[in-house]
């Protein structure tokens, strides 16, 4: 079964800090994966999205995300984190062979000032 | 273009009421979808539908019912609430262009819920 793993629940930095948020996952086929942003009382915004080719992908917001097949995993990386990028992160996989998305169960980021 | 719109905001029930959460989206989109999100699990897929006349249960479709008369909109039922049901619930859409999960989500707002 396709299954997501955020393996952080909350991460603290400080601001200018960089940051890197860890998605592992697994599945059958070609991943479609996925980095979702959620504001406080908020939807969700895509920051970027990855389903071939290059394996570093470029999103919004100056937001990065690596796919390593070896390791089965899409982190998510930003050089240096603004007070703004304070929100909850959600990983997502485009459940192969279907219309469904498994969904991570978040990164929640503070940032100190 | 509004994108996913939900209403109501917010919305208190008494145990054994019931209520409709409304969500449309004006992107044409083909696949609709609801979710909840508890705090620390993520989002959980309620039901989805790939078309008008189309839906199919999710991982938690228990205690909900959907339709889909039109591509713009994807009301969620809830018929007989319980306190399990307070929860944020949040309807997505995506074109499916490329074919099938590969295209992005759209989110509505989100709907808190609170069952009593």
């Known amino acids: 079964a396709q299954s997501v793993t955020q393996p952080d629940i909350h991460i603290t930095v400080s601001e200018g800090a960089s940051l890197e948020l860890r998605c592992n996952y697994s599945?059958?086929?070609?991943?479609?994966l996925f980095w979702y942003v959620q504001s406080p009382g908020q939807g969700l915004q895509l920051l970027l999205k990855?389903?071939?080719?290059?394996?570093l992908v470029q999103g919004i917001k100056g937001f990065e995300a690596e796919f390593k097949r070896s390791q089965s995993s899409f982190n998510l990386r930003k050089p240096s984190v603004h007070w703004s990028d304070a929100a909850e992160y959600f990983c997502?996989?485009?459940?192969?062979?279907?219309?469904?998305?498994?969904f991570g169960t978040g990164t929640r980021l503070k940032v100190l000032a | 273009n509004a994108g996913v719109t939900q209403t109501p905001k917010f919305r208190i029930l008494k145990i054994g009421q019931s209520m409709t959460l409304q969500c449309t989206q004006d992107?044409?989109?083909?696949?609709m979808y609801w979710y909840r999100q508890d705090p620390g699990m993520g989002l959980k897929l309620i039901y989805y539908?790939?078309?008008?006349?189309?839906?199919d249960k999710g991982e938690v479709p228990n205690g909900y019912n959907v339709s889909r008369s039109t591509t713009e909109d994807f009301p969620l039922r809830l018929e007989l609430a319980a306190p399990s049901q307070t929860s944020v619930y949040f309807c997505?859409?995506?074109?499916?262009?490329?074919?099938?999960?590969?295209?992005?989500?759209?989110f509505g707002p989100g709907t808190r819920l609170t069952v009593l």
């Open positions: 997505a859409s995506s074109s499916g262009l490329s074919g099938r999960a590969s295209n992005e989500q759209f």
């Open positions: 599945y059958g086929a070609t991943p479609y």
């Open positions: 990855y389903f071939s080719g290059d394996t």
């Open positions: 997502a996989v485009g459940a192969t062979g279907t219309y469904k998305y498994i």
């Open positions: 992107m044409n989109h083909n696949y």
């Open positions: 539908s790939v078309g008008a006349g189309i839906t």
